[in-house]
């Protein structure tokens, strides 16, 4: 419980149980996000538990949690600054018929995410456009656990029998009850994509009473007869997620997996698709913290173009030793990404990384440096004989080079 490493700076939000405000880690001289209590009277500590949750997960589409401290009395933990918008401001208008790519990104990362939760026995109960971040590079990340179930818990000191908690528009008949499910968050989803493709939510009473009313009434066969021109496929999936019946709702978590496994690819400029790679290579993506976001976008394309892509943040643990992680995986990876900037020629950590693939390079040949540049910057002298794909125009672009090189 460092506390003189953080420093804390303007306030970025409110939710119902703490405060956000943007703060810098000292020791690792980067941004990040505070999270607080408003008060600290009474138990028990919703913050205390929401750290531990989220410092026992490690998933590409939810936020990372550092570390728990004290600062003047009050308890606060540290996360990743999200520089992202809200899931709807990310799509953009209405979709209409059916989703376009920026969407059927987003939503398929949000399945995996919540696949990921589900598998780990969390339910998270409160997944308003609000807190599903999209950054620049269309990364998806699910934020705010305040008000997450663990399953096989006794968590009634938390959440007493008959309580509510959640957004109300964001509701599932669970909610009602108190007895959340993974189904519970999957009718959520549903209520999203209705949202995505219409700009209107399916429960929007007008004060928490008929909210309520109408989630207890609720009837998802009725709901799309005023939007006929919405896809097929999407109404199906859409009138199985907000069913009563978990069954149906569980039919329509695998259509809607279908449906965004199917996202148009990044295409060459003469139309054709970028190719896929057969065979699952492993690629290391060695980058500066400054780089992150690129870094995660570059490796969630790379997966689905059928790398096995090794990244800090999807594999390190809190607790865990970050040397001996990246050692582990250097040895097992053959392709070492290498992503370039002024902050990465000078990083310390990355020169590390970068010299024990180039020495394997050079003396034995099981390994390949792919550089990437994502901002001009002075190419280090024993790179120089390598060609590199470039990030800084055109994504598209250079992800197509990068890609092209995996045999």
């Not at 009050?74 to 059916?98: Q, W």
């Not at 509701?171 to 968050?185: A, N, R, V, Y």
């Not at 800084?392 to 250079?398: D, H, M, P, Q, R």
Request: glycine share 8%; proline share 5%.
């Amino acid at each position: 419980m460092n506390s003189d490493r953080y420093e804390i700076f303007q306030l970025l939000g409110t939710g119902g149980f703490g405060r956000i405000y943007n703060g810098r880690d000292s020791k690792e001289n980067k941004q990040v996000a505070i999270k607080t209590v408003v008060h600290n009277f009474g138990t028990p500590s919703y913050l205390d538990r929401e750290f531990d949750i989220l410092s026992r997960l490690s998933h590409p589409n939810i936020v990372q949690a550092f570390e728990k401290f004290e600062l003047k009395g009050r308890l606060c933990f540290a996360m990743e600054r999200l520089d992202g918008v809200p899931l709807m401001r990310a799509i953009g208008s209405p979709c209409g018929t059916t989703l376009g790519e920026v969407a059927v990104r987003a939503f398929g990362q949000l399945q995996n995410g919540l696949d990921y939760l589900h598998e780990n026995n969390i339910v998270h109960a409160e997944l308003s456009p609000g807190n599903l971040l999209v950054d620049e590079f269309g990364v998806l990340r699910i934020v705010d656990f305040e008000h997450c179930r663990v399953l096989g818990v006794d968590e009634s000191e938390y959440w007493p029998e008959g309580s509510i908690a959640g957004t109300p528009m964001y509701m599932s008949p669970e909610h009602l009850t108190g007895k959340l499910i993974p189904q519970s968050d999957y009718f959520v989803v549903g209520t999203l994509l209705f949202e995505a493709l219409t700009g209107d939510r399916p429960i929007s009473g007008r004060d928490i009473g008929s909210i309520l009313q109408d989630i207890s009434a609720f009837d998802s066969r009725s709901l799309l007869t005023s939007h006929p021109n919405i896809a097929p496929d999407l109404q199906q999936i859409i009138t199985n997620l907000l069913s009563r019946d978990v069954t149906e709702r569980e039919r329509g978590w695998e259509l809607l997996r279908t449906f965004t496994r199917h996202y148009v690819p990044f295409e060459c400029p003469d139309g054709s698709a970028i190719k896929t790679v057969s065979g699952k290579p492993k690629a290391f993506i060695s980058h500066a913290s400054a780089d992150k976001q690129i870094a995660r976008r570059l490796a969630l394309e790379l997966s689905r173009a059928g790398v096995d892509v090794w990244l800090d943040e999807w594999e390190i643990k809190v607790g865990e030793s970050i040397s001996r992680k990246i050692d582990d995986a250097l040895d097992k990876c053959r392709y070492v990404i290498l992503l370039l900037s002024p902050t990465a020629v000078k990083s310390r950590w990355v020169e590390k990384e970068w010299r024990a693939a180039f020495w394997r390079e050079t003396d034995s040949g099981d390994r390949v440096i792919l550089p990437a540049v994502v901002q001009a910057c002075e190419i280090p002298p024993l790179l120089r004989d390598k060609r590199y794909a470039d990030l800084s125009g055109s994504f598209k672009a250079g992800f197509r080079e990068l890609i092209n090189s995996f045999e």
